[in-house]
């Protein structure tokens, strides 16, 4: 059964849409850290796209994506009303989730979205967030709004200094582990943006959790596509994350792996924009 | 018996037409053509019609082997079908994929004589010429109708041999059957797993909605454990049966397993079958091109992935095997085929570990040597590896097709269903039932990775059983 679309917000046109699809049964069991695996068409790939929010009562769930190619370019190109072929899941584990006391929320980019979900379960645990987003420019910052809602502190970075403060995530990052107190660090982003958090927090021996997205085909655990060394030992992020301990994850090898099908990858949306009357 | 068989004279069993090796090498079409009518009726006639025929014993569905075999001598082969169908949801598939040499040809008493009857090639002639018929004509071909009077829900999780077994035979008795399917296609290992060059999809797609008619409703997109679990099922429906198959990948735990270009078998013929990756960029779906490929492991998991990448382009394939041909686990016919088409067998090796380049792409593997020593539990010859006698193999797209183990997503969920040591789930060998009362499972995720048709007999007894509970026959 198609998954309707119930609602579009363009947050970066062309780039970047929330969706609210019309899920009720993957809504009633949909966790923060959960994801869902989608195809757009008959001849489409499946890929896996985080949960960025649920809504159990009303049936729904909201997913944030980036356009990097052929498949996210079809889900862009759908519009409130459209169906979405085949929406499999929620999959991965969910987060853990305990009361640490003080737990910073660090997002970039699309990863924002995700994050988001995650530092809504550590408000509704009764800890306090702190969230630090950042994004090249102001008109590419995500979910400011919905983060203000509930978080207790908010930090926003841009690259350009357009908005917010002028620099990378990592720098308020490292200010606020060093006034200390800091139970937790949750990361969601790009790989290097995980990798350089990583790196700050190490020192402070602060627990550090990153949310993956290796190259999936079923994301039920079944190809073994997605695996990522994570202190030496293979795991499968399907099955046994997509979160993992940031300290332990070999993000060199999750680089080299992302970047397995660029060629193909590439070829694909090429044709898919020639495709386009109007171009893309 | 034995004087049945030597009151005739034993003609050959009728070859079965094939493409050519050097042109099937580079398609994905069906390797074996199948029999015609008057051939199917010629091999047909070899039969013996035992009376005590012993054919069935080696079948896990127990198929009336000998009753529909002289309907096919007879000419009357929708007869022949309705007589298979008794005992087989899906025979376009198992005269295909079934390794009949070990099980029902196996058994054949003509085998003494020279060669068995080709109980498969006439299961599979039989199965088309239906499936042909109903497409030409979809009116002629009603589905069956309930004789029992059983009355119920059942509820399949997977759709792999052994729920579409279990759904066919409890919708044919009368209950209502719900398949939670997790992918976006039914079928299971004989979508996603299967070429096919082996077992064409359309044929797999009949046989499937042959089920459709017979009342099953098919939920894709469903994962057993995540979207649906036993418990909620166990509500709306009086029985489940979990066929999840056993799915998750093993690797060979050697350094450089990482690697980009090191795929389990089950990757590499997901993307090519599932996704269609041969017909990319027609389907989005990416294959990895691969000039020297090396495939790990014997069975016939590693030949479907050996052939697929031949077809793919690959300018040389290996299998890397650590004992000899004659321990290969595949099937000897599919052996066969890959060697008439140029899978080449590096035999008696090893992997010790995969090179890459600064890129982390796969360069080459280097192979230990081995030789057979002392025989081991199974009984067989150990391998050991011969000192110093190391080498490497240049090769940019490596698949590991050593097996699999149990999928953690379904019994992670269902917490109170009893479980073997090796992590399997535990079912009764008579009827399926799990630890939990009127929940069965059966296939893989209950023996390890095994046949379909053993994974079909799995099914077939716990439909059997479902439907005896709700007042069926």
Request: some cysteine; charged content about 25%; hydrophobic content about 40%.
């Amino acid at each position: 059964m198609p998954t309707p679309i119930l609602r579009k917000e363009r947050l970066i046109p062309g780039k970047t849409s929330k969706l609210v699809l019309h899920a009720p049964e993957i809504a009633a069991k949909a966790r923060p850290g959960h994801f869902v695996m989608l195809r757009m068409s008959p001849e489409g790939e499946r890929i896996p796209l985080t949960i960025a929010d649920t809504d159990a009562s009303r049936g729904e769930i909201t997913i944030v994506y980036l356009v990097l190619g052929k498949s996210t370019a079809l889900l862009e190109a759908l519009e409130a009303g459209d169906s979405i072929l085949d929406v499999c899941g929620p999959l991965g584990r969910p987060t853990k989730i305990e009361k640490v006391g003080t737990v910073i929320c660090v997002g970039g980019g699309t990863g924002i979205a995700a994050m988001h979900h995650i530092a809504k379960g550590h408000a509704r645990a009764g800890n306090h967030v702190v969230a630090v987003i950042g994004a090249r420019e102001k008109s590419l910052l995500l979910f400011e709004k919905e983060l203000m809602g509930f978080v207790n502190e908010l930090v926003v970075c841009t690259d350009d200094g357009s908005y917010g403060r002028k620099g990378l995530v990592t720098e308020p990052l490292k200010e606020r582990l060093e006034a200390g107190g800091v139970g937790e660090v949750v990361a969601v982003g790009p790989v290097p943006m995980m990798a350089a958090v990583a790196e700050v927090t190490r020192p402070f021996g602060v627990a550090t959790t990153v949310s993956l997205n290796p190259i999936m085909v079923d994301g039920i655990g079944m190809c073994g596509a997605c695996r990522v060394s994570v202190g030496g030992k293979t795991k499968f992020a399907c099955v046994d994350g997509p979160e993992f301990d940031g300290h332990q994850v070999d993000f060199p090898e999750l680089r080299r792996r992302l970047a397995a099908f660029r060629e193909q990858e590439a070829e694909s949306y090429d044709r898919y924009r020639k495709e386009q009357p109007h171009g893309n | 018996m034995a004087t049945e068989a030597s009151a005739k004279k034993v003609a050959p069993r009728v070859e079965m037409p094939c493409q050519p090796p050097a042109e099937r090498r580079h398609n994905f079409k069906e390797v074996a053509l199948g029999y015609n009518g008057d051939m199917a009726a010629t091999e047909a006639s070899r039969c013996l019609q035992c009376k005590r025929p012993t054919c069935v014993r080696g079948c896990p569905v127990e198929v009336p082997i000998r009753d529909f075999i002289r309907e096919v001598a007879a000419g009357n082969v929708e007869r022949a079908y309705e007589i298979i169908r008794t005992a087989n949801s899906l025979p376009a598939v198992c005269g295909r994929v079934c390794p009949q040499e070990n099980q029902c040809e196996g058994k054949c008493i003509l085998k003494a004589k020279g060669e068995a009857i080709a109980i498969g090639r006439l299961e599979r002639f039989v199965a088309d010429t239906h499936l042909a018929a109903c497409a030409a004509a979809p009116d002629s071909c009603p589905s069956e109708t309930s004789e029992t009077q059983a009355k119920g829900r059942v509820a399949c999780i997977g759709s792999g041999p052994a729920s579409l077994t279990c759904a066919g035979i409890c919708a044919a008795a009368g209950l209502e059957v719900d398949v939670y399917e997790a992918l976006h296609e039914s079928g299971g290992v004989l979508v996603y797993g299967i070429p096919a060059f082996r077992l064409p999809k359309d044929v797999v797609a009949a046989e499937i909605a042959g089920l459709r008619e017979l009342g099953v409703r098919f939920h894709l997109n469903h994962v057993g454990g995540r979207t649906v679990d036993v418990a909620d099922l166990r509500k709306d429906h009086d029985a489940v049966f979990i066929g999840v198959g056993a799915g998750l990948p093993i690797f060979l735990g050697v350094p450089g397993e990482n690697l980009v270009g090191v795929f389990s078998a089950n990757e590499y013929l997901t993307r090519i079958n599932l996704g269609r990756g041969y017909d990319f960029p027609e389907h989005d779906t990416p294959p990895f091109p691969g000039r020297h490929v090396t495939v790990f492991g014997a069975g016939n998991v590693a030949m479907d992935a050996a052939r697929t990448a031949l077809r793919m382009g690959a300018e040389s394939v290996h299998i890397v095997y650590r004992r000899t041909r004659a321990e290969m686990p595949a099937r000897a016919e599919e052996i066969e085929h890959a060697a008439e088409e140029g899978v080449e067998f590096a035999l008696l090796s090893a992997p010790l570990r995969f090179n890459g380049d600064e890129q982390l792409r796969l360069t080459s593997v280097t192979l230990q040597k081995m030789e057979l020593g002392e025989p081991d539990a199974s009984g067989r010859r150990r391998p050991v590896p011969v000192e110093g006698a190391v080498e490497d193999l240049e090769t940019d797209l490596a698949i590991v097709a050593l097996g699999t183990r149990s999928n953690p997503i379904l019994l992670d969920a269902t917490p109170d269903l009893a479980r073997t040591e090796r992590g399997y789930i535990e079912a009764d060998p008579e009827t399926g039932e799990t630890s939990i009362p009127n929940v069965f499972a059966g296939g893989d995720i209950v023996t390890g990775a095994a046949t379909v048709i053993l994974a079909m007999g799995a099914g077939r007894k716990a439909a059997q059983e479902i439907v005896r509970r709700l007042g069926g026959k």
